[in-house]
């Protein structure tokens, strides 16, 4: 059996090994980037492949007959033509709930960042900034509690089911947006506290009340653009938005536009419409924007997480009762 890794690179840069996957496989491939125009050569008479953001759409599926099974390194799986492989029989699979803790961690980094500046006001002392000043202290700019601001969470996954927790310790208001009254009620069953305060309420109200808004949705037709001019126009001008889902879910356009004018106060995300990021991004040296890499998901405890599943769902797949299928 032979198993290729397509774009190894985001999940082990080096630092974790494949040994654990390696052993499942009569040969097998590790390759950290795989351009679209290599992928077919590449899977070449591959039983299995692992991928991360590779496409592989029905012209690549056509061209490898020996494909059976397609692991998704990530929960996001629209790179793959799901139809395709279905019509082929090629189980395709994802990993779910891996990321829960390191993304959540995330989002509480940007508001903090927003509301404590700990970067600019640390550079401002190494420039010199304290020794020159004539008080015991000083500030750049204000600062503020995050206990007792609303904090609107757009999806209640695991994800934000677990914004939810942390937001609730440091003592915020809680809005939720969830696909369904139904699902909402199920989600707050789970929580570790007492969700009796907890509101549903509607995307326009969840825009208009929120001092914080987080995103954790998939990127569908219904979410698609969400973050517009109409529903930035609906936040307060002391608002902050925050994207760790999909660089979709907003119009960059727009987002900019209310950067600029002061709209609202701020924006952090963890993904971009494009990846790597383009010189042309509207969001490109935009004001009161904090950008990071894609990186929410990747730290090692995480990654070794994420790799310990996927060998599970091989596993599961060889014994023929695959598991986390998408398709």
Known sequence: ???????????????????????????????????????????????????????????????????????????????????????????????????????????????????????????SVHDGGWISNPDFCYWLSPLTEISGKTLGIYGFGHIGQKVAEIAHSFGMKILVHAHSAESFEKAKKSLSFDSA??????????????????????????????????????????????????????????VRDALDSGKIAGYATDVLLEEPMSKDCPLYKAPNCVITPHLAWAPKETRLRLLGIEIENIKAFLAGKPINVVN
């Not at 996957?21 to 491939?29: P, Q, Y």
């Not at 949705?217 to 219904?222: G, R, S």
């Not at 001008?237 to 889902?245: R, V």
């Open 1 to 123: 059996m032979k198993i290729t890794v397509l774009d190894g690179h985001g999940l082990n840069p080096g630092d974790v090994s494949w040994d654990s996957i390696k052993v499942l496989a009569d040969e097998f491939t590790v390759y950290d980037r795989s351009p679209q125009e290599l992928v077919v050569e590449r899977i070449g008479n591959s039983d299995i492949i692992l991928l991360n953001k590779v496409h592989i759409t029905k012209e690549i599926v056509d061209c490898c007959p020996n494909l059976r099974y397609i692991g998704v390194l990530a929960t996001g799986y629209n790179v793959i033509d799901t139809a395709a492989c279905r019509e082929r029989g090629i189980i395709v699979t994802n990993i779910p709930s891996y990321s829960t803790n390191a993304v959540a961690q995330h989002v509480f980094s940007f508001i903090l960042h927003f509301t404590n500046r700990v970067a600019s006001h640390s550079v």
């Open 197 to 254: 305060d907890i509101k549903m309420v509607s995307v326009d109200e969840l825009f208009k009340e929120s001092d914080f808004i987080s995103l954790h949705a998939p990127l569908t037709p219904e979410t698609k653009n969400l973050v517009n001019s109409k529903t930035l126009s609906l936040m307060k001008k002391s608002a902050y938005l925050i994207n760790t889902a999909r660089g979709g879910m907003i119009c960059e356009k727009d």
